[in-house]
Nanobody, 124 residues
Framework: QVQLVESGGGLVQAGGSLRLSCSAS????????MGWFRQAPGKESEFVAA????????WFSDSVKGRFTISRDNAKNTVYLQMNTLKSEDTAVYYC?????????????????WGQGTQVTVSS
């Protein structure tokens, strides 16, 4: 069983930056894609970004494209989400997710593994 643990959330002013980390408990060859979703109060879960384990492919939502980057360190079984030029609308709980297939569907049901979430609050 793969466990995902997020870290790096916090409070930041608009225009600032944060880096989220997601560490997998073990490197399993069953994981092909890791990504991030977020959920703001009263809103549905929203796909943010994803990357394949070999780093060949990345995906971003239109709302974060150009501001967020995603990367992975296979030696550490860790995926990072670098968030720059943060806006108040980026405020949400951010969840790390993983799936056993290539590709990055924007529906949460396509991901079999989830972290516990980390809060990101952007003050305006």
């Amino acid at each position: 069983q793969v466990q995902l643990v997020e870290s790096g959330g916090g409070l930041v002013q608009a225009g600032g930056s944060l880096r989220l980390s997601c560490s997998a408990s073990t490197r399993t060859f069953s994981i092909r894609t890791m990504g991030w979703f977020r959920q703001a109060p009263g809103k549905e879960s929203e796909f943010v970004a994803a990357v394949t384990w070999n780093g060949d492919y990345t995906w971003f939502s239109d709302s974060v494209k150009g501001r967020f980057t995603i990367s992975r360190d296979n030696a550490k079984n860790t995926v990072y989400l670098q968030m720059n030029t943060l806006k108040s609308e980026d405020t949400a709980v951010y969840y790390c997710a993983a799936r056993g297939s290539m590709g990055a569907p924007k529906t949460p049901d396509a991901y079999g593994y989830w972290g516990q979430g980390t809060q990101v609050t952007v003050s305006s």
